[in-house]
């Protein structure tokens, strides 16, 4: 019974790696090290996503006020900073592109950015805004280490420089192992990395801006826990000691 209980854990434990390396097309995700609770951080990222993701995406469960409210900013900064259609302070990351344009002319609606941190992962995410390399073959001219024929243009490509592909060859197939600049961009390697990890901070706090609250109460539960099986298990002693 035993050796069977390990068999299905250890090949739930294998399906659930190769379900994962497939995906991210079995590239490696590139740890993010972003922290929601660095404010500056956040309101940096803030400002990236509204200047870049939001002509095409939308983020229809994020409101500007709340915005404000937990990243200490006030309304006039948000509205002029964050906001570019002049929707209501209390409405809602609307996308500049309407989903009219969008149909015709990608043929389908961006998806919505608002939970894309919590259901990818905010290491997924950071490899994907920096696994970005030169593909002549795309419409776009560009694909992703990570996300193979993704439909997205590099929108950072400028900032970023041009990246191609560095291979390796195992069993006589090609895999891509990583990227490397060829043509340099606008902003040093280090300035670019601080503004992606910014912004995917700024994606993660969207994805559940309750989330610093949750860690913290989850101390004291556990403390409560800890303290109520004290008392359970001394009752239980107490209820018993007659018994034999």
């Known amino acids: 019974m035993k050796k069977t209980i390990l068999v299905l854990l250890l090949t739930t434990i294998a399906m659930i790696s190769t379900s994962a390396a497939m995906a ?3 590239y490696p995700k590139s740890p993010a090290n972003v ?4 404010i500056e951080s956040l309101q940096r990222g803030a400002k990236v996503f509204a200047d870049y993701c939001l ?20 309304e006039t900064d948000v509205m002029a900073n964050l906001n570019h259609l002049g929707a209501k302070f209390g409405g809602t990351m609307t996308a500049t592109m309407t989903e009219a344009y969008a ?6 609606v961006p998806p919505d950015l608002s939970l894309l941190a919590r259901s990818r992962g905010v ?6 805004l920096t696994g970005f390399y030169a593909d002549s073959s795309k419409t776009t001219g560009h ?9 997205m243009p ?14 390796e060859e195992h069993e006589g197939t090609k895999h891509i192992v990583g990227v490397e600049v060829v043509e340099k961009g606008t902003m040093a390697p280090e300035e670019f990395d601080t503004m992606i990890r910014d ?42 000691k007659d018994v034999h």
């Open 55 to 74: 002509s095409c995406h939308s983020a229809k469960f994020v409101r500007f006020n709340r915005v404000a409210t937990d990243l200490g900013m006030s």
């Open 35 to 38: 922290n929601v609770d660095d």
């Open 123 to 128: 290491d997924w995410l950071y490899t994907y």
């Open 24 to 26: 991210s097309g079995g």
């Open 103 to 108: 149909k015709e002319a990608f043929g389908a």
């Open 154 to 167: 590099n929108i950072f490509w400028k900032q970023e420089g041009v990246k191609k592909p560095v291979y």
């Open 143 to 151: 694909n992703n280490v990570i996300f193979k024929d993704v439909g």
């Open 199 to 240: 912004l995917v901070a700024f994606m993660s706090y969207i994805g559940e801006p309750n989330q610093s609250y949750r860690k913290s109460l989850g101390i004291y539960v556990l403390i409560f826990l800890f303290i109520f099986f004290g008392v359970a298990y001394a009752m239980k002693k107490n209820y018993w």
